[in-house]
């Protein structure tokens, strides 16, 4: 419901609008118990200047990032200058420091009237929450995990914070809610926490279960997501890189008029965090080049409204499954009749050794530079030769194509799955927010939800294909011509199911298969949920953003989500709750995916 | 420099303006260091509302206490009755929760372009600081300090962030800046942070030398104010309670109607903390009868309000402001006398009848239509009376007269606050938290290596004693008034509308900001038993040298201080590694030395 519209006003047009969950919840007698701590995501913390060169002056401790972003406006360059990160580091360049905001503000909006965390905190207001039971576990988002606490020292923060509030609240655990990218951030926090000084926090191997009651993970991007690979390969228009990615409606192509897209592939080229959110796990999790967990997923984009009777999902589904199928393993083919094509019938020539050679065109692009201007086009044209990119092979293109940013990224995060987790290396701290090569903490009492949106078309692979040449042109982009509506293929992209920006696959497994019981990476049999909402829109144009979205950021006012929260900061455990509440496949998808646990 | 003028503009006028403190010192290689927390005062932290009754509806995290102050205008019956705390217990009403606002925030600015910390914090950025290194250690100002702990666990959050600092800046100490209020709130907090739990934190005796490096007070009431005292016996129309006081231009009384002026009453009457303002130390400290420590003689303050602009020849505040030898010196140990001849005579001249067993009784009219409650409306028309038959009121009288006139209050506050001199700081009785605050009835943390700054303005009257009389009778009535008439005749005068003043920022006579770490803490004294070291430094009020300088960059105004350059260059050189000596040791305008001289205590 808009704000600007009194309560009355909504009422006489929808009639009177159900009790918000914390009001509901209040009445049935619950009350403020356990401390929450939210870790927000990728792009919704607000940044804010505090050093800046001389085009940023009169900027001091305004935000660059989030509100209103008046300054992309009014000057454009100097905003990008200031948002960049070094490119060598991944740090402060020189004479610049941009910080996150602290507190609940850093968060709760991203934008006037765009809320992120503001109603669930006023739903949790209404039990008895206050900022001495609420924590905003802020970060700078464009950072790779570790660098948060070597520049910044956030980790420690988290850690003194929560250890406050446990401490000031009768020793009663954290609910931590880790939203979006902050679901591996949180996972990279809770390996540091325990790991000995001076890599990690020194906290000792029962932190965890001292400290944390509960992680509720919301719309967490455990696997990774495909997006990022477009974001990463080719900053698609309708989709700049991540940031665009996870908050939409902001970052319009005009600001920067014809090089809008090199320069803000440029800045998010700089931010380390971005290859987080690489597909983990390879093909073993996302398929192959003729399988793949989700193949026989039928599409409907046009979901009904959500009626007081459910529509039996599986059976509508199962219907069409017999259907052409979209190959979801290809993550990227060149072409659509690659796309479709059974392997056998792919010639693919691998592009590994070929040499770049150097750019025959007069690299005039200073202002503007991406690695493809490094590229010759012998290596372009290798690039398109190999056809079809499974996610191995895609963690491999994005090393060909983008060394220098790769070489950065492989430093702080890892892809792979691991065959043995006592292997010293795992110590390492570029494994802590992949979990396939972590195992959780010892931490039997913990429990590990999964809160996601389903019913939402969610980017999965994508059709490629070469630009026509230009000066500082990027040489790859989506082939938007390529469509078909029986393989949720849409203007070159195949969807899957998810919240829009994050799959079922990525956002349940782990939860679902990966941790379920006693298994390695869950050595100690942390209990896990999951927890999927149904994605309805709006019933009409004043309910806003709408109380029943599944979709990635909208959902933090699904009201069901609410109270799920509310119920679980205010001592009800997993089994309370209902155990797992699933609209999607993931159960059945899960069960293909053949990962040792 | 108002933000809304382009600097050009103002150079233009001006010729180039002076290198702000951050940028000079920068450029002499000065860079971050110590951590530095920031203790805000009373007044100037913003409050937010976390729960409220029907009335409040839309109002969910927007600020009640500073910003706008929109709310007290649209709906001010309302705001008063949220910004009220419980009249028995000093916590929450039921079904409303009013909190904090945190971070640098809560107090860089109390309304819009009216600046706090904001100026300090950008200087300090400029040498390196961020949120990383800059802590502001806010709180609910309307609480007792203990209270604050109790509700909020505010002492708490400041000590885990203390240490989280220390630990993350490479076992660096930390530089304490509190302001106003804040002064005394740290004192609590250093006592509180070293007695074992459950009264304290649990800290140990050597948490403050392991974790401070020195507290650079500013403005500090370390031996209260007499202001307070006023606030608290009769609210004066030109200064509402100790709020009025210590954030001038807000809360005008012709804006709000005199029904919302007594609801203003009643609500700063609820909020304990006013009461950590009373002066402390009885006659010792503020003077009796026939003697104060600033009063008589030569030298003394020239309380002309007429300051002389500042030149770029900064002439010697010392002599040129205060060589009117001969002007009639004023009795400011007398901080209440009733009527002006009283409070002129000799002490053997006056004829006082005790108050004391006077059984106030019923009050007499009826007093339905009075839908306000405050003290004064259960209060017999002979009580009243017998106030104003004990004529005079000195510091230590003064005590019993609130307790007088508003035992509930004072009842309350005397659970949390204290106010007299230790014989034997070593009695155990001084264990429990109502000491805290007051730094003649606690000693000093055991921590040899810290430094304790005083950091004040001089050079605006400031006031100090007040004559009073008794007001004509209506319903709903405040019985007492300060005697505008009262005035000292000659433009140099101390005694002006009733107010006795002396030197001062305004709000602070430089007797409380100044003594202790003049005097009563300087070496090793009982209140000092470490011997840490103390200095005082001053910085002589001038104002702005026109208007598009704003509040001024040379203010000694409570404040408006926080701007002033000298203060801020200080501030930066202590947080950047400088001691005291560095610093050039004390720098002094005021007489506080040679007043400090004339208190008798025993050290």
């Avoid at chain 1, 991007?221 to 990022?228: S, W």
């Avoid at chain 1, 698609?236 to 890189?241: G, W």
Wanted: charged share 20%.
């Amino acid at each position: 419901m808009p704000a600007s519209f009194p309560q009355y006003v909504t009422e006489a047009i929808t009639g009177p609008l159900p009790d918000p969950p914390g009001v509901k919840l209040q009445k049935e007698g619950l009350k403020a118990k356990h401390p929450v701590v939210f870790v927000p995501g990728i792009v919704t913390g607000g940044l804010e200047l505090w050093e800046g060169r001389k085009c940023a002056e009169g900027l001091f401790r305004k935000r660059l990032w989030g509100g209103t972003f008046g300054e992309v406006y009014k000057r454009p360059l100097c905003w990008l200058e200031h948002m960049s990160l070094d490119n060598e580091t991944g740090l402060d360049p020189c004479g610049i420091r941009v910080r996150p905001v602290s507190g609940l503000v850093a968060a709760d909006y991203f934008a006037p009237g765009y809320f992120v965390w503001a109603v669930l905190i006023a739903n949790l207001a209404r039990i008895g929450y206050e900022e001495k039971t609420m924590y905003m576990a802020a970060y700078d988002w464009r950072l790779s995990f570790q660098n948060t606490e070597v520049r910044d020292q956030t980790l420690s923060r988290i850690k003194s914070n929560i250890e406050l509030m446990v401490a000031t609240n009768g020793g009663k655990k954290a609910v931590v809610l880790p939203h979006s990218m902050g679901v591996p951030y949180f996972l990279h926090f809770m390996k540091w926490v325990e790991a000995p000084a001076p890599m990690g926090g020194g906290g000792g191997p029962d932190w965890c279960s001292k400290y944390i009651k509960a992680v509720v993970n919301i719309g967490g991007p455990f696997l990774g997501v495909p997006k990022a690979i477009a974001g990463l390969f080719s900053s698609e228009a309708k989709d700049i890189a991540v940031a665009r990615a996870i908050a939409p409606g902001f970052l319009d192509n005009d600001i920067f008029k014809l090089q809008t897209l090199q320069h803000l592939m440029r800045m998010s080229r700089t931010w380390d965090s971005t290859m987080s959110m690489i597909p983990r796990g390879g093909d073993t999790i996302w398929g192959g080049l003729d399988w793949s967990p989700e193949e026989g997923h039928s599409c409907g984009n046009n979901r009904e409204k959500k009626n007081d009777t459910q529509v039996s999902d599986e059976a509508a589904e199962s219907a069409v499954s017999q259907a052409r199928s979209a190959n979801y393993g290809r993550i990227i083919s060149f072409g659509k009749d690659v796309a479709e094509a059974p392997a056998s019938d792919i010639e693919r020539i691998d592009f590994r050794g070929a040499i770049k050679g150097n750019n025959a065109a007069n690299t005039t692009c200073r202002d503007a530079w991406t690695e493809y201007h490094d590229m010759g086009l012998g290596g372009i044209k290798a690039v398109a030769e190999y056809k079809a990119y499974t996610t191995d092979s895609v963690v491999d293109l994005l090393h060909y194509v983008a060394p220098k940013m790769m070489a950065r990224g492989t430093a702080h995060f890892s892809y792979g799955i691991a065959d043995n987790l006592d292997d010293p290396k795992y110590k390492h701290y570029k494994y802590w927010s992949n979990p396939l090569e972590t195992t959780l903490p010892i931490a039997p009492e913990m429990e590990i939800f999964s809160l996601y949106g389903v019913g939402l078309p969610t980017e999965r692979a994508y059709i490629y294909k070469l630009s026509p040449a230009a000066e500082c042109y990027i040489p790859f982009q989506i082939d938007t011509s390529s469509n078909d509506e029986d393989t949720c293929l849409k203007d070159g992209v195949y969807s899957v199911d998810g919240d829009e920006t994050v799959p079922v696959l990525s956002a349940g497994y782990m939860c679902a298969k990966g941790w379920r019981g006693k298994t390695r990476f869950n050595p100690s049999g942390i209990r896990t949920y999951v927890r999927e909402y149904k994605h309805s829109p709006p019933a009409n144009l004043l309910e806003g953003r709408g109380t029943l979205s599944g979709a990635h950021v909208d959902i933090m006012g699904n009201f069901a989500l609410i109270e799920d929260v509310l119920r679980i900061a205010a001592g009800a455990s997993g089994e309370e709750l209902g155990g797992d509440y699933v609209y999607s496949d993931i159960f059945k998808w899960s069960e293909r995916i053949k990962l040792k646990l | 420099m108002p933000a809304s003028i382009p600097q050009y503009v103002t150079e233009a006028i001006t010729g180039p303006l002076p290198d702000p403190p951050g940028v000079k010192l920068k450029k002499e290689g000065l860079t971050v260091n110590h951590p530095v927390v920031f203790v805000p005062g009373i007044v100037t932290g913003g409050l937010e509302l976390w729960e409220g009754h029907h009335c409040a509806e839309g109002l969910f995290r927007k600020r009640l206490w500073g910003g706008s102050f929109g709310e007290l205008y649209k709906r001010p019956l309302c705001w008063a009755e949220h910004m009220s705390l419980d009249n028995e217990t000093g916590l929450d009403p039921p079904g409303i929760r009013v909190r904090p606002v945190s971070g640098l925030v809560a107090a860089d600015y109390f309304a819009a372009g009216y600046f706090v910390w904001a100026v300090l914090i950008a200087n300090l950025a400029q040498i390196g600081y961020e949120e990383k290194t800059m802590y502001m250690a806010s709180y609910d100002w309307r609480l007792s300090f203990q209270n604050t702990e109790v509700r909020d666990q505010t002492l708490s959050r400041i000590k885990s962030n203390i240490e989280l600092m220390v630990a993350t800046n490479g076992g660096k100490k930390v530089v304490v800046i509190p302001h106003s209020m804040g002064v005394l709130y740290f004192l609590h907090f250093m006592k509180w942070v070293e007695a074992p739990t459950p009264m304290g934190g649990g800290g140990g005796s050597d948490w403050c030398a392991k974790h401070i490096k020195a507290i650079m007070n500013i403005g500090g009431p370390f031996l209260g104010v007499p202001k307070s005292v006023s606030g608290l016996f009769s609210i004066e129309a030109r200064d509402i309670a100790v709020a009025r006081a210590f954030a001038p231009g807000f809360l005008e009384k012709d804006v709000l109607g005199l029904q919302t002026f007594q609801h203003l009453m009643r609500m700063t009457r609820t909020w304990d903390s006013t009461m950590s303002m009373i002066p402390k130390g009885g006659d010792t400290i503020w003077g009796g009868l026939d003697w104060s420590p600033e009063g008589g003689g030569p030298g003394d303050f020239n309380c002309s309000a007429k300051k002389l602009k500042n030149n770029s020849t900064r002439n010697t505040g010392q002599n040129s402001n205060r060589n009117l030898a001969d002007m009639k010196s004023a009795n400011y140990g007398r901080i209440i006398s009733f009527g002006k001849d009283v409070a002129e005579v000799h002490s053997s001249r006056i004829e006082r009848v005790d108050f004391k067993d006077v059984v106030k009784g019923d009050k007499l009219a009826n007093s339905s239509s009075c839908d306000i409650w405050i003290e004064y409306n259960e209060m017999h028309n002979d009580a009243i009376k017998a106030v104003a038959d004990y004529k005079i009121y000195t510091a230590g009288s003064i005590l019993d007269l609130l307790h007088f006139v508003a035992p509930n209050l004072m009842a309350r506050g005397g659970a949390h606050f204290s106010y007299g001199i230790a014989d034997n700081l070593d009695d155990p009785k001084y264990g429990h938290y109502k000491y805290w605050s007051n730094p003649l009835e606690t000693k000093l943390p055991n921590a040899p290596d810290m430094e304790i700054y005083s950091m004040y303005g001089v050079g605006i009257p400031t006031e100090r004693a007040y004559v009073y009389k008794l007001t004509t009778q209506h319903d709903c009535y405040i019985p007492f008034q300060i005697d505008t008439s009262a005035d000292g005749g000659s433009e140099d005068s101390c005694l002006k509308g009733g107010v006795f003043s002396a030197d001062g920022d305004e709000t602070v006579p430089v007797l409380s900001a100044g003594f202790m770490c003049a005097k009563g803490w300087r070496g090793k004294t009982k209140f000092n038993p470490s011997g840490i070291r103390t200095y005082i430094r001053e910085y002589n009020h001038a104002p702005p040298a026109n208007l598009l300088e704003g509040r001024g960059t040379q203010s000694g105004a409570h404040v408006d201080i926080m701007g002033n350059f000298a203060l801020i260059e200080d501030i930066l050189r202590v947080a950047a590694g400088a001691n005291g000596n560095d610093l050039g040791g004390d720098h002094v305008y005021s007489d506080i030395f040679k007043w400090s001289e004339r208190i008798d205590l025993k050290l």
